[in-house]
């Protein structure tokens, strides 16, 4: 669910992302804050009249009038509201600096506000190539307006010298400014070959746009993985049939990116009524583009030919060892085990459980539909791993669900499917499939598998919605796609968590009434195939460029403060020489 299992996690990072204000309320704090230094100027005898609006305001007023056009004919990208609040934060910069060498002494006031715009400069480099264009190169003059401004109105108001040591500290801050980029980009860069500006540059770019740049990235640091993936297809006498995938990928990382918007693609691919389940896959199991999911398809459609459709079903039993609670049904040759740990945390599983799973079932069963149904989110974001108890209980669970299947008696069943899509979007946990709904019914008995296409279920929400559907027939589970189309900047996105519950209840229980108002007569026919050659993140890949990020994280506190040092002690020297 989350972005990554190590140390840093999207979500984490996703506090430093926010809308900008809009841009009249930028510039009316710009206007204002000149307003009250030109007071203060004037209270305190200052011989330099409208010091705050000449100083501060104007090369704020020309950073935010400039920037934008510049950056646009430079090939990059930039809304006034973020050039705004840019030249907003320089302002501040430049007014905090300015006056703290004033404060010490009034004469030092034209060296602390050269200090200010060389610093100003290097700041402004460092946003530019972050949010608009990385090459440090096609943002120099942007970034400079704000400075160069300033530097042109000191030159009028303060001493001969001034315009050339304001221009000498600005190409000091500037290269150490670069200086300390490269230094942070360089791990990245060595060990995955991304620049991390650029994929900053994209990262933003796909949230104000839509872009999918992104996967560009993705495909450079993937690997090719062979996945088998089982299918269960429900062919009704009349009507829609029901595609029921258990895909072994993961659907992620953000968005629309890779795979994140998978059940809508597959959907788009097939006229059955298609429900994308989760099946066993991390986010090392995340397709690096959305055009990997043609693989995905191809594989189902080769072993459409191979299908043998049987009108015979089990009842659906349930079963508990430890935590993990499995609901298993026969379809013929076909077992389908649903599992969940709620109300405990219910997570990714490793694909190496999977595995396992399905080698113990095909000694009884051809094909093991091990669905994960990913449904109770308890706030800590962690893998299911080989050797660990809850991967021992998950195995257990299902061993016990393939011995007991291979003796169940089957029956004729009917089967009716549904899907309700309510009025709740993407930002509330809800992906474009809505709410799915399949009910098989055998040997008299109603089995609802409710899917929901979203990230995982807030913990507490899966019991209310179960116990509702539970009202209309005899046995349920409630599963996720784990579709990161709902998440873009935090992978805390549950259903539950922004819609209460009981608002999804009437659309549920909707759902459910038109799936056994459906149900017919039918047959199903199971099916294992090899999705070959998918391109995903790759094992541990996520890890290793968490792990990265973390230690640049960690240089960055000091890093900045010995460059800024550094800039400031060569400033230093050159205002002694030059005045």
């Known amino acids: ?53 000449l100083c501060f305001t104007l090369p704020a007023l020309a950073g935010f009038l400039i920037t934008k056009p510049l950056v646009r004919l430079l090939s990059g990208q930039i809304t006034l509201n973020r050039s705004a609040l840019l030249s907003l934060a320089c302002t501040v910069f430049l007014i905090i600096i300015s006056l703290a060498g004033m404060v010490v002494s009034i004469p030092l006031l034209p060296f602390s506000y050269a200090i200010a715009l060389g610093f100003i400069f290097g700041i402004r480099l460092v946003v530019l190539a972050a949010i608009a264009d990385y090459r440090l190169i096609r943002m120099t003059l942007p970034a400079f307006v704000q400075s160069g401004v300033g530097i042109l109105i000191g ?116 006229s059955e009524l298609v429900m994308v389940s989760h099946g066993t896959a991390t986010h090392d199991f995340n397709l690096v583009a959305e055009d990997e999911i043609e693989k995905i398809i191809r594989a189902i459609r080769k072993a459409e030919s191979a299908l043998v459709f049987s009108d015979k079903a089990s009842r659906s039993h349930r079963y508990q060892y430890g935590s993990v609670s499995v609901l298993y049904q026969v379809f013929n ?119 929901i296409d979203g990230n995982n279920v807030q913990a507490g929400v899966r019991d209310i919605l179960r116990t509702s559907v539970l009202n209309l027939v005899e046995e349920a589970e409630i599963m996720t796609t784990d579709s990161h189309v709902v998440n873009v900047l935090s992978g805390k996105n549950p259903v539950g968590y922004h819609v209460d519950p009981e608002l999804i209840l009437p659309y549920l229980d909707q759902a459910v009434k038109e799936a ?57 020297m050159l205002y002694m020489i030059i005045i």
């Open 1 to 53: 669910m989350g972005f990554v299992s190590g140390d840093v996690k999207i979500e984490r990072l996703s506090r430093f992302f926010f809308v900008a204000p809009s841009w009249p309320v930028s510039l009316a704090i710009i206007i204002i804050l000149g307003i009250v230094i030109d007071g203060a100027s004037l209270r305190s005898g200052q011989h330099i009249r409208f010091f705050g609006s």
């Open 155 to 270: 030159m009028v108001l303060f001493t001969p010298p001034f315009g050339l040591f304001a221009t000498l500290s600005t190409i000091v801050f500037g290269i150490g400014f670069v200086l300390l980029i490269w230094a942070l980009d360089r791990p990245l860069y060595r060990a995955f070959h991304i620049h991390g500006l650029n994929f900053l540059n994209t990262f933003l770019a796909h949230i104000t746009d839509g872009s999918k740049t992104m996967e560009d990235f993705f495909h450079e640091i993937g690997e090719e993985v062979y996945v088998p993936q089982v299918n269960l297809l429900f062919r009704p006498e009349n009507g829609r049939g029901v595609l029921f995938i258990v895909p072994n990928i993961h659907p992620g990382p953000l968005g629309e990116i890779g795979g994140g918007n998978l059940p809508n693609y597959l959907q788009s691919s097939f």
């Open 516 to 572: 056994i108002n459906n149900l017919s007569w039918g047959e199903a026919a199971g099916s294992t195939t090899l999705c070959e050659r998918v391109r995903v993140f790759g094992s541990q890949r996520m890890v290793q460029m968490a792990s990265t990020v973390n230690a640049m994280i960690l240089f960055i506190p000091p890093l900045s403060a010995a460059v800024l040092l550094l800039a400031f002690l060569l400033s230093l």
């Open 333 to 451: 040759d076909t077992i389908l085990i649903v599992s969940t740990r709620s109300p405990e945390k219910t997570e990714d599983i490793d694909l190496g459980v999977g595995m396992a799973i399905m080698a113990e079932g095909h000694r009884a069963f051809p094909h093991v539909a091990f669905v994960d149904a990913h449904n109770c989110f308890t706030g800590d974001i962690s893998t299911v791993q080989p050797g660990t108890l809850s991967a021992l209980e998950y195995h257990s669970a299902a061993l016990h669900a393939i011995e007991e299947g291979m003796r169940l008696e089957q029956s004729r069943f009917r089967f009716g499917s549904a899907q309700v899509i309510p009025p709740f979007s993407r930002k509330e946990g809800f992906g474009d499939q809505g709410l799915e709904v399949l009910v098989i019914e055998a040997g008299e008995q109603k089995t609802a598998y409710v899917l």
